[in-house]
């Protein structure tokens, strides 16, 4: 009975990702409806709370999966309750990925879970676990697109579809570089259990500076382009133009000027 009841506390949602839910969805409402008198502010709640959940569901995929997989320590250390401040350091987690949103318009990956390798058995459920995360980014951006691809934005306000078009390229850059497989990323989680012990070993003093040289790298201009042509290929992919994931950076950082094309556009 107390095991159950520990069992059922330690998969309960949190009131902190409730909290951050609620007002995802009450400035999406206002971003729909109009209701803010400064609308970039509503987006930017909008967009910053759906990041947050995002990270939420990437790092709760990656427990989940681990829990299917043999390791029950995950509920423990709470990692089930999509509580974002047990996802490791409130300021690695939550904080950085915000301010790196605002600064570049990137998603960076935040957040981790501990999994207990030793207990879990074979090598493709290592992988899948590394895997589950930046799926969840992949369908986060699936979802937010769906108007676009779907062709129905009869009726979506513009200011709406300009932050679920950012939301989608913040969703679209998380995928791209939690997929490479760099030390520290999970991308490299995926191909790790597939190396050998020697080249596990030569590489393991490395995987604490892979997303630090990752994002060094996109500070070289020739770097940084060719990752954004990568990412506005998905988005057009996804039937997201350039004009509109630029619009909603532009809405989001609502302490600039909007560009006039963006007023003309909507």
Known sequence: ?????????????SSVFLGILAVTAVTGWATWTGFAEQPGVAVFLFVTGAWIVSLCLHEYA?????LHSGDISVGAKGYL???????????LSIVLPVLFVIMGGIGLPGGAVFIERGRIQGRWRHSLISAAGPLTNVLFAVVCTAPFWLDALDGVPADFRFALAFLALLQVTAAILNFLPVPGLDGYGIIEPWLSYDVKRQVEPFAPFGLLFVFALLWVPTVNGAFFDVVDSALSGLGVGDLES???????RF???TPDICSISS
């Open 246 to 252: 630029y619009c909603g950076q532009s809405l989001y």
């Open 81 to 91: 309750t999509l509580n974002p401040l047990k996802y490791t350091h409130a300021l």
């Open 255 to 257: 302490w600039q000027d």
């Open 62 to 66: 990656h427990a989940r999966t681990a």
């Open 1 to 13: 009975m107390t095991t159950a009841l520990s069992r059922h506390s330690d998969r309960r949602i």
